[in-house]
């Protein structure tokens, strides 16, 4: 649905997108994560069309955006759904001809339009809200209503950009299993772009780490999580809170992280690794990511017995890091 072939851009002296190669299939939700600057919103702005890659290909809905004319870019455009983090709502229009607007702009006929914009209201759970203006909406609300009006066009393409970062823990969740609503039931494409990881372990079935305009890690969540030397996986599955208590004198923590499936003992093999050396659990966090159980075990091990513990866990292809006091991670 989406291809990036040896995407490339720059501004005078800056790289901000360096040979990005990138494929998101229908139907599915991708997101891209990466620190400030990294080149996220100029990718984004490769995929609308506004911006154009000095190198490479770029395919969405099998039109090839880098080399469409300014029509062709503007016909695009409206294939493409935008959501924000603010959702810059019209103040003296209701939800309803907030939604109304973009069916309003193409011409569309008036009682098309009524049918459409109630549909929308009901897709994104506010029925009966349609004559609200947006003072009267909470900020989950106004965003719901930004999203149906995203989607007002029918676009099979939904870009994201920060949609949960204003909002609260609940509304973020409510509004994130919307994005997944919208993309099941309507097969509607959809990238998010997000420094949250939560969003990401929350409704992406594949993503993207951006870093100084390269592509440093991509693929499904799933074998992400799974790739034990994958930077991305840790950050996905934050490392276990241990209790001061839990630090004994002289006990080295390992901190390892596994993925298991249904029938496959990855976990009770780290425990027995550690518990015949007189080992024991500090600390666990288990997540299910897409269709992998990922477990982040701290596990403490004895003096005298780090290296023994570390063989075995090497022996079993666990990737192992020491977990000291302060929280620092140390690579063996
Ligand atoms: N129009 C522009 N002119 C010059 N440099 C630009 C332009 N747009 C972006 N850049 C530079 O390109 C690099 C990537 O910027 P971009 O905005 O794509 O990153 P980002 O990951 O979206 O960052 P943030 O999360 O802070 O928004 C940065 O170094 C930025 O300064």
Same mark, same amino acid.
């Given at each position: ?67 469409? &004319? ?17 959702? &810059? ?79 609260? @823990? ?22 998010? %772009? @997000?420094?949250e990881m939560s969003v990401?372990?929350? %409704? ?5 780490? !951006? ?64 518990? &015949? ?11 299910? %990511? ?8 701290a596990v403490s091990v004895?003096? &005298? ?26 690579? !063996?």
């Open positions: 649905m989406i291809t990036l072939e040896g995407v490339g851009k720059i501004y005078g002296p800056v790289t901000a997108l360096d040979d990005v190669h990138l494929e998101v299939e229908r139907g599915t939700i991708h997101g891209i994560v990466g620190p400030s600057g990294a080149g996220k919103s100029t990718l984004v702005g490769c995929l609308t069309g506004l911006v154009r890659p000095t190198s490479g290909r770029v395919v969405v809905d099998d039109v090839e955006v880098s080399a469409a &004319n300014t029509r062709a870019r503007r016909a695009l455009r409206r294939r493409i759904g935008m959501v924000f983090q603010h959702v &810059n709502l019209f103040d003296q229009r209701t939800a309803a001809a907030n939604i109304a607007y973009p069916l309003q702009i193409m011409g569309a006929p008036k009682v098309e339009i009524r049918e459409r914009v109630d549909e929308l209201l009901t897709i994104v759970g506010l029925e009966g809200r349609g004559d609200s203006y947006p003072s009267q909406l909470s900020g989950g609300q106004k965003q719901r209503v930004g999203i149906a009006r995203a989607l007002a066009t029918r676009p099979p393409v939904l870009l994201a950009d920060e949609p949960t970062s204003a909002l609260d @823990t609940d509304t973020t969740d409510a509004i994130l299993h919307l994005l997944r609503e919208v993309c099941d039931a309507l097969g509607v494409t959809v990238v998010i %772009i @997000t420094h990401v372990r929350e %409704i992406c079935d594949s993503v993207t780490l !951006l870093d100084s305009g390269r592509v440093a890690e991509t693929g499904k969540l799933e074998d992400i999580v799974a790739d034990q030397t994958s930077k991305l996986a840790r950050s996905l599955v934050p490392p276990p809170a241990i209790p001061d208590d839990n630090y004994l004198s002289g006990y080295t923590i390992f901190d390892v992280m596994f993925t298991s499936h249904p029938g496959e003992p990855t976990g009770a093999r780290v425990l027995s690794a550690v518990a &015949n050396l007189g080992g024991d659990i500090a600390a666990g966090t288990f997540e299910t %990511i897409g269709s992998a159980q990922v477990g982040r075990l004895p003096p &005298n017995r780090a290296d023994e513990a570390r063989d075995a866990l090497w022996r079993d292809g666990h990737a192992v890091q020491v977990r000291r006091k302060d929280g620092v991670e140390v690579a !063996l």
